[in-house]
């Protein structure tokens, strides 16, 4: 069964709108990272943020997490083409081999 | 540096046909991974290798052997292809990042696999 499940599953934006995905999780996690992966291609990691934190930023990305409601979510500001992609959360609930992904929310951004 | 390499990018099966998906990582990481992704059923793993000789089930393991032939290799074999295993398969490798500070998954590009 997944770990996280990202909301919501498709996303259509503007070029230059921000965009945001959430994920939700069901047991104690140790961090979330978020992963993008291209139509055809592998994932690539994006950021990571640690249960202890609760919000973190990298260029256009903006993470948060609320452990209290096992949620976090993904900004990318100011959005562009080349930002189309599918985006995922990951979990680790401790020990890697209990890394689970979510299902995905699929982002178009529109030229 | 080539990173995650996975062979073939495509194939097509019988139902019935054997085949071996292979992998390898060329960055020294002591743990591999075998997913499958079908659509709007995210990542599940099929099995991890901790550490060469030792290989652990997943998520959906059934139909699926794998071999961690060595520190670099990892494939995946599919004895007898059954229609439910079309799907996008992905091997990963675990390494440090971040200044060594936590674990990140390096993926392969994946192999599209269909099953008739």
């Known amino acids: 069964s997944q770990q996280g499940e990202e909301d919501p599953q498709a996303l259509s934006i503007q070029e230059g709108e921000n965009a945001t995905m959430n994920c939700s999780y069901k047991t104690s996690i140790n961090n979330l990272q978020w992963y993008r992966q291209n139509s055809g291609r592998g994932l690539v990691h994006l950021i990571l943020i640690r249960s202890n934190e609760r919000e973190k930023h990298s260029g256009r990305l903006r993470v948060t997490l609320d452990t209290s409601k096992k949620s976090s979510s993904l900004l990318i500001t100011a959005s562009r083409a080349a930002d189309t992609a599918s985006y995922f959360c990951?979990?680790?609930?401790?020990?890697?081999?209990?890394?689970?992904f979510g299902t995905g929310t699929k982002l178009q951004v529109i030229p | 540096n080539a990173g995650v390499t996975q062979t073939p990018k495509f194939q097509v099966l019988k139902t019935g046909q054997s085949m071996t998906l292979q992998c390898a990582q060329d960055?020294?990481?002591?743990?591999m991974y075998w997913y499958r992704q079908d659509p709007g059923m995210g990542l599940r793993l099929i099995y991890y290798?901790?550490?060469?000789?030792?290989?652990d089930k997943g998520e959906v393991p059934n139909g699926y052997n794998v071999s961690r032939l060595n520190k670099r290799e990892f494939s995946l074999r599919l004895e007898s292809a059954a229609p439910s295993q079309t799907s996008v398969y992905f091997c990963a490798s675990l390494g440090l990042a971040g200044g060594y500070s936590y674990n990140e998954q390096f993926f392969g590009p994946g192999t599209r696999l269909t099953v008739l």
């Open positions: 290798s901790a550490s060469e000789g030792t290989t």
């Open positions: 990951a979990t680790d609930s401790g020990g890697y081999q209990k890394v689970t």
């Open positions: 960055m020294n990481h002591n743990s």
